[in-house]
């Protein structure tokens, strides 16, 4: 028993360091520069989402009374409305903008499905 504590403790060490080692890389959008983005919602604050491309790169994105948020579908292309407090962390969604000032990108699109929503919301 006792030769198996100090195995069983290095592979809690590694495990634990490799939690810690996980530093995403943070993309910076020069100011004005067009931006399409997909990815998933990893974090949000009240106005401030940031998104996991497929890469692992995440992109703040702010959020302005100003952005379209709709789902996608719908009659000609034209999703329904829906309110920024409803995007959520799990939610995949498509996002068109341009950099600030700050080296965020401000939304001006986010479009995302009516099933990607559900799915997000029930988690």
Do not use: C
Not at 82 to 92: D, M
Request: glycine fraction near 12%; charged fraction near 20%; proline fraction near 1%.
């Amino acid at each position: 028993m006792l030769k198996k504590f100090p195995a069983i403790l290095l592979a809690l060490l590694i495990g634990i360091t490799g939690v810690f080692a996980q530093d995403a890389q943070v993309r910076t959008v020069a100011s004005g520069q067009k931006i399409k983005l997909k990815g998933v919602v990893v974090a949000r604050d009240n106005d401030r989402v940031v998104v996991r491309d497929a890469t692992g790169v995440e992109t703040n994105v702010m959020l302005t009374s100003a952005t379209s948020v709709k789902t996608k579908g719908g009659f000609f292309g034209g999703g329904d409305t829906v309110a920024t407090n409803q995007i959520v962390r799990g939610l995949n969604l498509e996002i068109e903008g341009r950099g600030d000032n700050s080296g965020n990108l401000s939304a001006q699109k986010v479009r995302f499905g009516k099933t990607d929503l559900a799915t997000a919301t029930a988690l």
